[in-house]
T-cell receptor, first 114, second 109 residues
Framework: DSGVTQTPKHLITATGQRVTLRCSPR?????VYWYQQSLDQGLQFLIQ???????AKGNILERFSAQQFPDLHSELNLSSLELGDSALYFC?????????????FGNGTRLTVT | TQLLEQSPQFLSIQEGENLTVYCNSS?????LQWYRQEPGEGPVLLVT?????EVKKLKRLTFQFGDARKDSSLHITAAQPGDTGLYLC?????????FGAGTILRVKS
C-alpha cells in the first residue's frame, strides 16, 4: 500500500461531460502529481503541485484543470470529455517535490468516455 | 518520440531464465528511476540511480546507470512469475520526471 488514495476507481461517462478525480497524498508528502496512462501514449505527466501551488506543467489540455487544497488533497477536473480522454489517471505524491524524488503512486482512476 | 526509449517493448520468457531490459536516451539525466507496475495498480519504485556507472542490486535485480548518464539497464537473474509486470524507467529532466513507454515482462511457469 503506497498510502496514496484515489477515488473513484472507475468512472464511466459520456462525451461532453465533466468529471472530478480526487487524490489524497501519502501522509507527510507535500507534492502531488497527476499522470495520464494510455496504451498508445504511456505514462504522460500532466501537472504537479507543491504545498498548494502549481510547480510544473506537462501536456495538460486546456479542458483539464487541477488544484491542491490546504489539506494537501488534490482534484483533477476533466471537462468537455472526448472519447480520446479514456485512460487511467494516476496521482502520485512525494515529500519534497524535487524532480528526482521517489514518487508514490495511487492505484489510479480508470476513466471510460462513451 | 519518447525522450526515454525502452527496449524491448515486450518480453515473454520461461521461469529461471535471465533477461535484460534497456532504457536509452540522447539526453543526460541527473538521475534515473525504475518502477514496476502490475495490472490494476500504480507503478512502484524499485530503485534510483544517481551516479554515472553506478550499479545497484536488489535481490535478483541488478540496475546499472551508464557512465554518461544517458542510459540504464535492468538485469533480472532467474526470473520468476512474480516478476511479471510493466517495467518503467523515469528520468529527471528540468523540473519534471519523464517516463519511458515501458517493457512488458511476462514470466511463464
Amino acid at each position: 500500500d503506497s498510502g496514496v488514495t484515489q477515488t473513484p476507481k472507475h468512472l464511466i461517462t459520456a462525451t461532453g461531460q465533466r468529471v472530478t478525480l480526487r487524490c489524497s497524498p501519502r501522509s507527510g508528502d507535500l507534492s502531488v502529481y497527476w499522470y495520464q496512462q494510455s496504451l498508445d501514449q504511456g505514462l504522460q505527466f500532466l501537472i504537479q503541485y507543491y504545498n498548494g501551488e502549481e510547480r510544473a506543467k506537462g501536456n495538460i489540455l486546456e479542458r483539464f484543470s487541477a488544484q491542491q487544497f490546504p489539506d494537501l488533497h488534490s482534484e483533477l477536473n476533466l471537462s468537455s470529455l472526448e472519447l480520446g480522454d479514456s485512460a487511467l489517471y494516476f496521482c502520485a505524491s512525494s515529500v519534497s517535490g524535487e524532480n528526482n524524488s521517489p514518487l508514490h503512486f495511487g492505484n489510479g482512476t480508470r476513466l471510460t468516455v462513451t | 518520440t519518447q525522450l526515454l526509449e525502452q527496449s524491448p517493448q515486450f518480453l515473454s520468457i520461461q521461469e529461471g531464465e535471465n533477461l535484460t531490459v534497456y532504457c536509452n536516451s540522447s539526453s543526460v539525466f541527473s538521475s534515473l528511476q525504475w518502477y514496476r507496475q502490475e495490472p490494476g495498480e500504480g507503478p512502484v519504485l524499485l530503485v534510483t540511480v544517481v551516479t554515472g556507472g553506478e550499479v545497484k542490486k536488489l535481490k535478483r535485480l541488478t540496475f546499472q546507470f551508464g557512465d554518461a548518464r544517458k542510459d540504464s539497464s535492468l538485469h533480472i537473474t532467474a526470473a520468476q512469475p512474480g516478476d511479471t509486470g510493466l517495467y518503467l524507467c523515469a528520468g529527471a529532466r528540468g523540473n519534471k520526471l519523464v517516463f519511458g513507454a515501458g517493457t512488458i515482462l511476462r514470466v511463464k511457469s
